[in-house]
């Protein structure tokens, strides 16, 4: 499955004061790109969430390869390459209009329920578990 580029209008407030966006923004323009991912998926955190199941973060890398600013809009390209039934995995690729890459990142996440136990998705959700699959192997 290939994702839709995920667009983001820099906002004036994620600037510092060299007028460049703070670096923790990109961070939060990830997850902005990932929620936009799993509702592209048929599958939004608020599915997940009304299912028992919570997906944090368990970790983050970012490479900021060149400035954004405002009032730009970065266009942010997102790849799910790694599912094992209860963690994934997804690449980011962020651009501004004129096509310079600005980050480049990954971010893992994991499955669990409301105790904060590990889910995995093969057996309690068999037809979430094959869309991951699909998503994570069409991005090979």
């Known amino acids: 499955m290939q994702f839709k580029p995920y667009r983001h209008k820099v906002q004036y407030y994620e600037t510092d004061t060299m007028k460049i966006v703070h670096h923790s923004n990109y961070i939060r323009w990830m997850e902005e790109a990932r929620v936009d991912m799993l509702e592209q998926m048929g599958l939004g955190y608020d599915v997940m969430e009304k299912s028992g199941i ?23 390209q997102v790849r ?23 980050a480049r990142a990954k971010s893992t996440h994991c499955f669990i329920d409301g105790n904060g136990r590990p889910v995995t998705f093969r057996r309690r959700f068999p037809a979430w578990d094959d869309l991951f699959k699909r998503c994570a192997e069409s991005a090979q």
């Open 80 to 102: 799910l390459v790694r599912y094992t039934g209860v963690r994934f995995e997804v690449e980011y690729e962020m651009t501004g209009e004129d096509g310079t890459l600005r």
């Open 54 to 76: 919570l997906s944090p973060v368990l970790s983050v890398e970012c490479e900021y390869k060149a400035m954004s600013r405002f009032p730009e809009t970065v266009s942010i």
